[in-house]
């Protein structure tokens, strides 16, 4: 390996081919190639070369790759030799860091092999255990205890475990946050011990977890997030200490000042622990009853797993029609987890009770409507897939039940696979009565079928289909705002400001049942999101401030949007609303509060440009003036960290705030201001932006230098202006000025002299 052919990667070569190679098993995984395959791959391209690298980090990603790629042996020799020749090299203050980044990867290798990577894992333990705490880290600590675990080393991870919470000790910063520490230690322990099997310990770590939550004193921070978590590992630790938790969960949320959204999201969660928990114990009714109450779609779930675990508690219960509705429920709305398991369970309900006419109709129903859903196409299995809808309909049908899910079912089959929307509509707006089916989905065809049937100008006139689910409401209007349009692909004129009125009215209904359900925790399934809440508060705003200039309502959305669940947008909105009302202390803070967010949340859609311009000029009317210098530093620092292609994008938006800000900077710091400007000048002017070079000239003007700010004045009305009422009007300034820099020049010249 060390003998370098023409072949060899090292350096800047080395970390090319490991960037390409790491980013090509991604995008591998990514499109769900098979695991084999995807070794395969690794193997013959790493093959191809050989390696040396010469630094830890390189070392590290280099052994990684063999070991993915199955080549255990290649990498453990790139630690053994190109990794022990970086440690001979590096300072000594690096030696332990970059040792133990050895030996962790060497764990890592050799982890499919527990019994063979033993001896590794203990040294490993050792030389961190060994380093002064402050040399220690979280992250070292975490992942040796979870490769531990992974190895089922259960001793060494529990080792890792209270190593780990000695270093959390050893912190000053975690003083607040000593009794969290202390669970979560317990909580490790406890997983440990109930991988291992040991029941018995399991249990006594669990009572010391919540031992130490519950003698926290007032100056430990525990919030109900940190209960929440407790909560959800004793439900299989120790379910009957969950009661004990939920009650503090409660009392934390009843005691706080948080909104509304944020208490009834903890809420819901903390009923789902209950439930779970109470189930474990053997309280089958009770673990039902406390999950009406958590069978909510929340912000923080990627499934809907809780649904599946209700549907199985339903059937043990024996409540086998509220079992057959729920799983109806799932597979009609295609909910990740409970699609498939209804599904499933829905095969095994039919196989038990064949084609009687006692059957439940839901169950067929599933299946049919899983039939037309490529997720879950699998239970046709070898069947004809229109032979399997029609059977499954049937059946459904038997003993003439007038069931609207039936229509509903129809209705979208006969969209999507006959295009017969005159024959679905009626069948559509029969299922949506029932508040259960008008989904955004069939409401949406409902408008699609109307339109379609009616014309978009006929179809807007005619009743809106009531919907009685806030996320519904919102996935209707944004659909209608964005997609319809392109889903009829009409060739007429399309009516947006009606289409947005109508979108309006549904994020409006979608506003009022989120709330509700906020306030009283009564609603249906999609009405818990926060985070759908907020956006839903955003386009509503968005339209209040464009289409009806209701600023105050918009501030008021946005401001709940944040409440909720905020993000760049509810700031930048309040802050575009502000400055409309011509509210401009309030514009400034807005700003300000958008460009802080931005910078610790992140905002890719952030323009600065577009406001500093207009910021300026506040800040110069409210006698603000120093604090222009701030946002042209906040300008750079937004503009350093663009890419090449967004820098061509911004240049005009870039170039004219910062002539601005010059100009109304120089109002109170001329000097600071004309230097910043000459320092720029001339690549301002090489740009091409004519209100950027005019507002240029103007500060030279101001100043005095009226020979300079001529000649800019000159090349402004000579450069590309937009073709557009904008651009016009940039124009008409530019010339205007021109022709008052000219007067001033004869002005100042005495009459006596022949000036050339």
């Not at 109470?278 to 909510?296: K, N, P, S, T």
Request: hydrophobic letters at 45%.
């Amino acid at each position: 390996m060390h003998n370098l052919t023409p072949s060899t990667l090292s350096a800047g070569a080395l970390e090319a081919f490991l960037d390409v190679t790491e980013e090509a098993l991604e995008q591998q995984f990514q499109s769900e190639l098979a695991p084999p395959l995807i070794q395969g791959n690794l193997r013959s391209a790493m093959q191809r070369y050989q390696f040396r690298a010469d630094t830890i980090e390189s070392v590290r990603r280099l052994a990684s790759l063999w070991s993915r790629a199955g080549e255990g042996d290649a990498a453990l020799q790139v630690l053994d030799q190109d990794g022990q020749a970086v440690l001979a090299a590096v300072p000594g203050d690096e030696y332990d860091d970059t040792q133990l980044t050895l030996a962790m990867t060497r764990v890592e290798v050799l982890s499919d092999s527990p019994a063979r990577a033993l001896p590794d894992a203990e040294a490993a333990y050792a030389l961190l255990s060994s380093m002064a705490h402050d040399a220690q880290s979280q992250e070292a600590w975490s992942y040796l205890c979870s490769l531990a675990g992974r190895m089922g080393l259960f001793e060494l991870e529990r080792r890792c475990v209270d190593g780990h919470h000695a270093y959390q000790c050893a912190q000053a910063a975690r003083l607040p946050y000593r009794a969290y520490d202390k669970g979560c230690a317990a909580l490790r322990r406890a997983h440990s011990y109930a991988r291992e099997e040991a029941s018995g310990p399991a249990l006594t770590a669990a009572a010391e977890a919540l031992q130490a939550f519950q003698e926290a004193g007032p100056e430990q921070d525990l919030d109900a997030e940190d209960w929440l978590h407790l909560g959800d590992s004793l439900v299989t630790l120790m379910p009957q200490g969950v009661a004990a938790v939920v009650e503090r969960v409660h009392a934390l949320t009843s005691a706080t000042t948080w909104p509304l959204p944020r208490r009834r999201d903890i809420a819901v969660r903390a009923a789902r622990v209950q439930a779970r928990a109470l189930y474990q114990q053997g309280a089958l009714a009770e673990a039902l009853d406390a999950a009406r109450v958590g069978r909510y779609a929340l912000s923080c779930d990627d499934d809907d797993v809780f649904s599946a675990l209700v549907l199985d508690w339903l059937l043990e219960a024996g409540r086998h029609s509220q079992a057959a509705e729920l799983a109806f429920e799932s597979a009609f709305n295609e909910r990740a987890v409970s699609l498939d398991h209804a599904c499933r369970v829905a095969l095994a309900q039919l196989a038990d009770t064949g084609v009687s006419s006692g059957s439940n109709p839901y169950w067929p129903l599933v299946l049919a409507w899983a039939s037309t859903v490529d997720a879950t196409r699998w239970v046709v299995g070898q069947e004809d897939p229109a032979e399997f809808f029609e059977a499954h309909l049937r059946l459904a049908r038997k003993g003439n039940v007038a069931l609207p899910a039936i229509d509903a079912v129809q209705g979208l089959y006969l969209i999507d696979n006959a295009h017969d929307y005159a024959a679905a509509l009626p069948l559509l707006e029969s299922a949506a009565r029932d508040p259960g089916l008008a989904s955004s989905q069939v409401v949406l065809k409902i408008w699609e079928c109307r339109m379609r049937l009616h014309g978009v100008e006929r179809a807007l006139q005619m009743p809106l289909v009531e919907v009685a689910c806030a996320g519904w409401c919102y996935h209707i209007g944004v659909v209608l705002q964005n997609d319809m349009r392109e889903e009829l692909a009409t060739g007429s004129a399309w009516p947006k400001q009606a289409v947005d009125a109508m979108a309006a009215r549904y994020y409006e209904r979608g506003a009022a049942l989120f709330e509700h359900f906020f306030a009283t925790g009564q609603g249906m399934y999609r009405d818990a999101d926060v985070h759908v809440y907020s956006m839903l508060c955003n386009n509503l705003a968005i339209h209040y401030r464009i289409n009806t200039s209701d600023y105050h309502a918009a501030i008021t959305l946005h401001r709940k949007g944040i409440a909720a669940s905020a993000f760049a947008e509810h700031y930048e909105g309040v802050m575009y609303c502000l400055f409309l009302l011509e509210d401009e202390p309030g514009y400034i803070e807005a700003a300000d509060q958008l460009w802080q967010f931005a910078a610790a949340c992140g905002y890719s859609r952030h323009l600065p440009a577009r406001y500093i311009l207009d910021l300026a000029q506040c800040l110069h009317r409210q006698e603000r003036g120093a604090e222009i210098a701030v946002w042209l530093q906040r300008l750079e620092q937004w503009w350093n960290a663009l890419e090449e292609d967004e820098r061509s994008e911004q240049a005009g938006d870039y170039w004219n705030a910062m002539s601005v800000a010059f100009y109304f900077m120089g109002y109170s710091q001329e000097a600071d201001a004309l230097a910043r400007l000459d320092a720029v000048l001339l690549e301002l002017c090489a740009a091409d932006q004519p209100m950027a070079t005019r507002m240029a000239a103007n500060s030279l003007s101001r100043a005095g230098q009226h020979e300079r700010a001529l000649a800019l004045y000159r090349q402004a009305v000579t450069q590309t202006f937009p073709p557009d009422q904008w651009g016009s009007a940039q124009r008409a300034y530019a010339q205007r000025d021109l022709a008052e820099c000219e007067r001033q020049i004869r002005a100042s010249r005495p009459w006596w002299r022949i000036w050339k």
